[in-house]
């Protein structure tokens, strides 16, 4: 069956870059678009953008642009999600996604503390 | 920036039927997907393309739409649905993403 296998939790002190990774098993990972989500705690679901598995195109929200960057290895069926310049309201579960299947990662929780 | 608006909470009395609305200017257009997430759980998909039921889904769960809202429906709902419901679909470009900003459903 389809699993998505996110990397550990990260701790990281403010000003610094974290990349999360997510493993792809069960389907054909250049066929759909992988999305990133997060949430903060006790707050609500917040789309972060999309990557084309295929083509290596993205989209961020407005919000994230210019520290967001997501790309993709396909030789291991991975993808990434690097934010830069981290602060501490980055603190937040972080999950990759196929919106329209509805797979969703396990959740990679990153803290920003100094 | 496009934007999805959910009522912040819902109350039903078990067995009763809920009704969460998500509106949205693009919807017409765009598909609307629903997400119930409970606590310390990653979300699951409920409803997709509007009103398509996922497998493994209990019936009672459904979907429409209606120019720009779309609405999910718990028919008969039970003590295990209290959560949290998010919608989530694209501008018109299908760019850019976003989720409503989530429908807390109480079970009474």
């Known amino acids: 069956q389809v699993q998505l296998v996110q990397s550990g939790a990260e701790v990281k002190k403010p000003g610094a870059s974290v990349k999360v990774s997510c493993k792809a098993s069960?389907?054909?990972?250049?066929?759909?678009?992988m999305h990133w989500v997060r949430q903060a705690p006790g707050q609500g679901l917040e789309w972060m953008g999309w990557?084309?598995?295929?083509?290596?195109?993205?989209s961020y929200a407005q919000k994230f642009q210019g520290r967001v960057t997501m790309t993709r290895d396909t030789s291991i069926s991975t993808t990434y999600m690097e934010l830069s310049r981290l602060r501490s309201d980055d603190t937040a579960v972080y999950y990759c996604?196929?919106?329209?299947?509805?797979?969703w990662g396990q959740g990679t929780l990153v803290t920003v503390s100094s | 920036s496009y934007e999805l608006t959910q009522p912040p909470s819902v109350s039903v009395s078990l067995g009763q039927m809920a009704r969460i609305t998500c509106s949205g200017e693009?919807?017409?257009?765009?598909?609307a997907y629903w997400y119930q997430q409970k606590p310390g759980q990653a979300p699951v998909l409920v409803i997709s393309?509007?009103?398509e039921r996922p497998s493994g889904i209990p019936e009672r769960f459904s979907g429409s739409s209606s120019g720009t809202i779309v609405t999910l429906t718990i028919s008969g709902v039970q003590a295990e649905d209290e959560a949290d419901y998010y919608c989530?679909?694209?501008?018109?470009?299908?760019?850019?993403?976003?989720f409503g900003g989530g429908t807390k459903l109480t079970v009474l």
């Open positions: 393309k509007d009103s």
């Open positions: 990557i084309n598995t295929n083509s290596g195109g993205t």
């Open positions: 989530l679909s694209a501008d018109s470009s299908t760019t850019y993403w976003v």
């Open positions: 693009a919807l017409p257009k765009k598909y």
């Open positions: 069960g389907y054909n990972v250049t066929v759909n678009y």
């Open positions: 996604a196929r919106v329209g299947p509805g797979d």
